[in-house]
C-alpha cells in the first residue's frame, strides 16, 4: 500500500504515512493508485531481455501509465542499473555509427565544416577512453540531474515522495537513448523525444 499523499509504501493497516504524516482511511486506500513493480524491477520472474523490452516500451510509448504505477520506493539499484544498460547500449552503438560514418559522409560536407568534423574525429578516436569514462560520467550526471530536478521540485512543492521517487523517474526516464542505435538521425530523434 502507499500513501495518497507522498506515495511512500506504507504497511497494511497503518493509520499514518511515517514520512508525512497523512492520515490513512480505507478510501483514501481505495482510491490511490496501484503500484506495481516495473518490468525491469520485475526481470527476475518475467526474464531479463524481456523485463528490459517491456520497461523500454512502456516508458517510450505510454510513461504516464507506467510513472503513475511505478513505487517510489524500493532502492536505487535497479533504476540505476536499468539507466546505465540503457544508455551504454544506446551510446556505445551511437560511437560505432560515427566511426564507421564520419569518413564516408566527409565527401557531403561543405569545406566550412570540415573542419570542425576533422577536429571531432580525435574524439572518435578516444574510443576506449570513452567507453571507459562513460559509465563514469553517466552515473555522476544521473545524480546531479535528480539532485538539480528534486531541488527545483522542493522549491515548487512537488516532491511528494523525497529523493528516491526523483531519482527513479530520472533514471527510467534515461530510455530515449535507444533511438541513439539509429545512424545519422538517431541523436535528433533521442533529443526530441526526451523532451
Not at 510513461?63 to 544508455?87: E, N, R
Not at 527513479?168 to 533511438?179: A, D, G
Request: one cysteine or more.
Amino acid at each position: 500500500m502507499f500513501c495518497h499523499a507522498c506515495g511512500n509504501a506504507v504497511a497494511e493497516g497503518q493509520q499514518f504515512c511515517q514520512q508525512c504524516g497523512a492520515r490513512l482511511t480505507p478510501e483514501t486506500a481505495a482510491a490511490e493508485t496501484v503500484r506495481t513493480a516495473t518490468p525491469w524491477e520485475a526481470r527476475r520472474d518475467i526474464g531479463f531481455f524481456n523485463g528490459l523490452v517491456k520497461t523500454i516500451k512502456e516508458t517510450l510509448f505510454s510513461p504516464t501509465g507506467f510513472f503513475k504505477k511505478m513505487p517510489v520506493s524500493g532502492g536505487l539499484a535497479d533504476p540505476l542499473l536499468y539507466a546505465l544498460i540503457v544508455s551504454m547500449a544506446g551510446l556505445m552503438v551511437f560511437y560505432f555509427w560515427d566511426s564507421l560514418l564520419r569518413a564516408p559522409l566527409q565527401d557531403y560536407v561543405g569545406p566550412q565544416f570540415r573542419t570542425a568534423t576533422e577536429q571531432n574525429m580525435l574524439v572518435s578516436k578516444g574510443g576506449p577512453v570513452l567507453a571507459i569514462g562513460t559509465p563514469f560520467f553517466l552515473l555522476g550526471g544521473l545524480f546531479v540531474v535528480a539532485g538539480l530536478q528534486h531541488v527545483l521540485l522542493l522549491v515548487f512543492r512537488g516532491a511528494q515522495a523525497g529523493f528516491e521517487a526523483t531519482f527513479r523517474v530520472v533514471c527510467y526516464s534515461i530510455s530515449p537513448t535507444v533511438f541513439l542505435m539509429v545512424p545519422v538521425c538517431g541523436m535528433p530523434v533521442a533529443s526530441i523525444w526526451s523532451l
